[in-house]
């Protein structure tokens, strides 16, 4: 299994489509084997969601993500954890003894179309410089 997390200066990065790095955990038996950080590019969110496809990635952790990149990941098959804010290390021990806090409605939307208007906790996740929505 494959588990990947938007990734900056050790901490998961709150804005998949504008990540620039990934760090990639490879899991056995409910355990790290290796993990490694590949540079994005800085691809937009439908070329990062390929790249986590051609990487085999089964999971993603990240804070906030738009819908169409949820849309996009759910197509591609890849679990989507949103919501979540601190150390990735930490965020993937969580995971694996099934402790993870996660939003499964979390959704930040950088475009100004804020749909219902619901506060997605920016100051939780540090997505206070844009709109997000739930």
Do not use: W
């Not at 085999?56 to 819908?67: A, E, F, T």
């Not at 506060?119 to 410089?129: D, I, L, N, T």
């Amino acid at each position: 299994m494959k588990i990947a997390v938007t990734y900056e200066n050790e901490d998961i990065f709150q804005h998949f489509g504008h990540t620039a790095q990934f760090k990639i955990y490879e899991i056995e038996d409910g355990k790290v084997v290796y993990s490694h950080i590949v540079d994005t590019n800085g691809s937009g969110h439908g070329a990062l969601t390929e790249m986590l496809s051609e990487m085999h990635v089964d999971s993603l952790i990240c804070g906030g993500i738009g819908v169409g990149a949820q849309n996009a990941l759910a197509e591609a098959g890849i679990q989507l954890y949103g919501g979540v804010s601190g150390n990735a290390d930490l965020a993937i021990d969580a995971l694996l003894a099934g402790k993870l806090e996660f939003d499964p409605d979390a959704c930040c939307n950088h475009h100004g179309h804020n749909g219902e208007g619901h506060s997605c906790g920016a100051e939780k996740h540090g997505c206070m410089g844009h709109d997000c929505t739930r």
